[in-house]
């Protein structure tokens, strides 16, 4: 069985350190936690689960960071943890059998990564991402934000998950402050950076600027398609915030230009027609997202597109168009979907006081 390093850079983690540790204990054989200039408790709680505690001066750089880390790895492969990601039980078993069945051929192993979650805690928003690699000094983290190691060799993907369980949020700015210093210095964005450039410029209200970004990242040969076809929907919020709302539907449209729909897209799309109260466009898109391949979304996927958010929206859909029988039919595959959903089960009573009333 392959031996196991698993490295984690971290930085004011008091709060959540030893949660991650304690998550993923039995999976690894070697524990490696570079700090990079916390001002709490981290380093002490870190020195109660191993001596390999190593400090690494901030420069702006996730990937340089990681890539000390990573540097550090005595194994045959390296996981890496954030501190405020959690393994539960079930994944850790599942993982634990990834590993002592893994074919020292593969060079990457992908685990999906749960980022959003319900109220009830269940997950919403997934993605893969190269949790597991050889340790062959080849494979290293690219990227000063939003870093990566580029997929290539022998790679594996799995169901098993990682969770992303934030108790704090970051900085709002701070990845668009490094982006803003890179440009400064001369850098030239890949494909890779400009989307999530873009990305941040959005979320950082910059509308018009991220607009500009995602119109470059188009233009670009080298660009994933997954993040393409999330660009179209990340440049459509930018258009509905500049008040274009015709471009912003024909900018969700282009994402058909890349590839087949997807789920998110068409609820997108049904959206934009349900707020004009046009219910027929409404739930003929809606309707699409239903037909949409989980298998075929490769980028994030937000689960509630492929079965909760159309079923619910086609219930009021339905309703405003007076099929009464079928919203009620609609609403009840939500519930089956959540339970205890506070807006399913309201629509529950509506339709059976409206029983009481006939």
């Known amino acids: 069985m392959p031996t196991v390093s698993l490295c984690m850079i971290v930085k004011n983690e008091q709060d959540v350190l030893e949660r991650a540790v304690l998550s993923a204990q039995g999976l690894y054989d070697e524990l ?3 700090d990079t200039g916390s001002t709490d408790n981290t380093v002490e709680i870190a020195g109660k689960y191993t001596d390999k505690v190593y400090f ?3 420069e702006n750089d996730f990937a340089k960071a990681r890539n000390y880390a990573f540097s550090l790895a005595k194994c045959d492969y390296i996981m890496w943890l954030d501190a405020d990601d959690v393994i539960t039980d079930d994944n850790r078993k599942q993982i634990a059998g990834i590993i002592e069945k893994l074919d020292p051929t593969v060079d990457i192993v992908m685990l999906k990564y749960y980022v959003a979650f319900d109220s009830n805690g269940n997950p919403t928003f997934e993605y893969y991402r190269e949790r597991i690699i050889k340790n062959d000094k080849k494979h290293l983290f690219e990227g000063e934000v939003h870093e990566a190691v580029p997929l290539w060799g022998n790679i594996r993907y799995f169901d098993a998950a990682i969770w992303h369980k934030k108790i704090k949020e970051n900085e709002p700015q701070r990845n668009l402050k490094i982006y803003t210093q890179l440009i400064e210095k001369g850098k030239i964005f890949n494909a890779r950076q400009t989307y999530y450039y873009a990305r941040e410029l959005y979320y950082n209200r910059r509308f018009s600027d991220s607009l500009d970004a ?7 040969d080298e660009a994933y398609i997954e993040n393409l076809i999330d660009a179209c929907k990340m440049a459509a919020y930018d258009l509905y915030a500049l008040q274009k ?3 912003a539907l024909q900018m969700l449209f282009k994402s058909f230009t890349f590839d087949i729909p997807r789920a998110d897209i068409c609820c997108e799309i049904g959206k934009h ?3 004009r109260s046009k219910y027929e466009t409404a739930v003929y898109w809606y309707s699409r997202a239903l037909e949409c391949n989980k298998d075929k979304n490769g980028g994030f996927m937000n689960r509630d597109c492929f079965g909760y958010l159309p079923y619910i929206q086609l219930c009021v859909c339905l309703y ?4 009464i029988e079928a919203a009620e039919k609609y609403n009840a595959y939500a519930l089956n979907i959540k339970p ?3 807006h399913a089960l309201k629509n529950a009573e ?3 006081s409206l029983k009481t009333q006939q």
Do not use: P
């Open 32 to 34: 490696i936690i570079v």
């Open 56 to 58: 690494f001066k901030w």
């Open 214 to 220: 995602f119109n470059r990242l188009f233009l670009m």
């Open 245 to 247: 709302n015709d471009e």
């Open 273 to 275: 027609f349900f707020d």
């Open 320 to 323: 405003r168009l007076g099929n």
């Open 340 to 342: 205890d959903d506070s």
């Open 350 to 352: 509506f339709f059976k």
